[in-house]
Each structure stands twice: as structure tokens, then as C-alpha cells.
């Protein structure tokens, strides 16, 4: 079945505790990236990725760091985790661009304490 | 101000009526995308929109570039059509820079 898969899909952690949400595509997509979701604000872009060693900043990319290092997996890397990240995360994936019809993973919600 | 707007905010209907959900933005774009985001909080892709119209069963969708607006519609609405519906716009002005900027979304809202 074609999917994006994230992990965990929730998490409860502490500030400054470094931690790592994974995403990944079965759909050999070229592009992949990250979203928040947060009430009243809607979906914003945190970073997305072209292809394999090609990254670059969406509209709130601090406090994240992304990696891309095999096609299928764009994991989202938060060093230092801060209550203000405290959110509803998406990973998308989709065949060249965000031209492409997007397809997203289920969601990781988020809580900075 | 927002680049890209969605009307209403909040949509509660009868069963059966005809539901128009409106996307307004600001600045030349090259694509405009329609999303689902289903109670549970999933997201769907509905429509990827350039340029016309687009059909996939009950719902429909449009774009009119010149006047920097989009509708979606629903016939014939059924409960199970209750969910949040996110515009979200490829600006001309990213080009070179593949972002996506949405709409804040439309929940609606279907009553038996």
C-alpha cells in the first residue's frame, strides 16, 4: 500500500531533550516535507526536500533541522525542544514538487513541557 | 495580511444542501491545492487546480486566475462530508522555491 509513515505518533517530552520524528515514503517520491499544524495559524512549512542531499527552509524553519540523506526517509530533528513547538506535525511526500498532488503521513502530535 | 484567505471560517448545513467553500489569494500563482483534513486528523490531497475546473463525484472544483479565486463545491452533502477544507497555493513568486502557503481552512459541518 502506498503510504507516508511517521513515528511516534504521539510524544510527551521535557524542554531541551533532544528528539527526532521520523517519516517515510513508499512511493519513490522525489519530494518530501514537513508541516505544523497549529489552531488558527493552519498548516505551515518547516523545510522541505527536492531529492537526496537537497534541503531548504519553509517558512518556520527555526529550532528544526531535516535530513535527507536516502530517498525514502525525511526525518524532522528538533535539538533543543522548546514549549513553543509544541504542535501537530505532518510529513507529505509527492512525485517532483509541491506542484504534485501531496500525500501525508498520519500526523505526530507534539507536547514541550 | 494573510496571501491566501478562505470563507466562511465555520459552515454548518443540512444534509443534502449545496455547500461552496471560497479560497481568495493575494499573488500570482501557478497551482492551487484543495485538502481534506478528516475529524481524526488525517489530511487528503481532493484536487491539484492550474487552471479551469475539476470533477471527482460529488465534489467540484474551480479556479478563476485572473480574479485570484477558487471554489469548491459540494452536491448533495452528506454527513460523512464533515471535515476541515484547506486551500493551499503555490505562489509564483516561490518559484525557484518549491513552498506551499495555506489557508487557515473551512470546518464544515453536515447535519442529518
Known amino acids: 500500500e502506498a503510504q507516508v509513515t511517521q513515528n511516534p505518533r504521539y510524544l510527551i517530552t521535557v524542554t531541551g531533550k533532544k528528539l527526532t520524528v521520523t517519516c517515510s515514503q513508499n512511493?519513490?517520491?522525489?519530494?518530501m516535507s514537513w508541516y505544523r499544524q497549529d489552531p488558527g495559524l493552519g498548516l505551515r512549512q518547516i523545510y522541505y526536500s527536492m531529492n537526496v542531499e537537497v534541503t531548504d527552509k519553509g517558512d518556520v524553519p527555526e529550532g528544526y533541522k531535516v535530513s535527507r540523506k536516502e530517498k525514502r526517509n525525511f526525518p524532522l530533528i528538533l535539538e533543543s525542544p522548546s514549549p513553543n513547538q509544541t504542535s501537530l506535525y505532518f510529513c507529505?511526500?509527492?512525485?517532483?514538487?509541491?506542484?504534485?498532488?501531496?500525500?501525508f503521513g498520519p500526523g505526530t502530535r507534539l507536547t514541550v513541557l | 495580511k494573510n496571501e491566501v484567505e478562505q470563507s466562511p471560517q465555520n459552515l454548518t448545513a443540512q444534509e443534502g444542501e449545496f455547500i461552496t467553500i471560497n479560497c481568495s489569494y493575494s499573488?500570482?500563482?501557478?497551482?492551487l491545492h484543495w485538502l481534506q483534513q478528516h475529524p481524526g486528523g488525517g489530511i487528503v490531497s481532493l484536487f491539484m487546480?492550474?487552471?479551469g475546473k475539476k470533477k471527482h463525484g460529488r465534489l467540484i472544483a474551480t479556479i478563476n486566475i485572473q480574479e485570484k479565486h477558487s471554489s469548491l463545491h459540494i452536491t448533495a452533502s452528506h454527513p460523512r462530508d464533515s471535515a476541515v477544507y484547506i486551500c493551499a497555493v503555490f505562489l509564483i513568486s516561490n518559484f525557484g522555491n518549491e513552498k506551499l502557503t495555506f489557508g487557515t481552512g473551512t470546518r464544515l459541518t453536515i447535519i442529518p
Open positions: 499573488v500570482g500563482i501557478s497551482a
Open positions: 507529505a511526500s509527492s512525485l517532483m514538487s509541491s506542484y504534485n498532488e501531496q500525500f
Open positions: 487546480l492550474s487552471s
Open positions: 512511493m519513490n517520491h522525489e519530494y
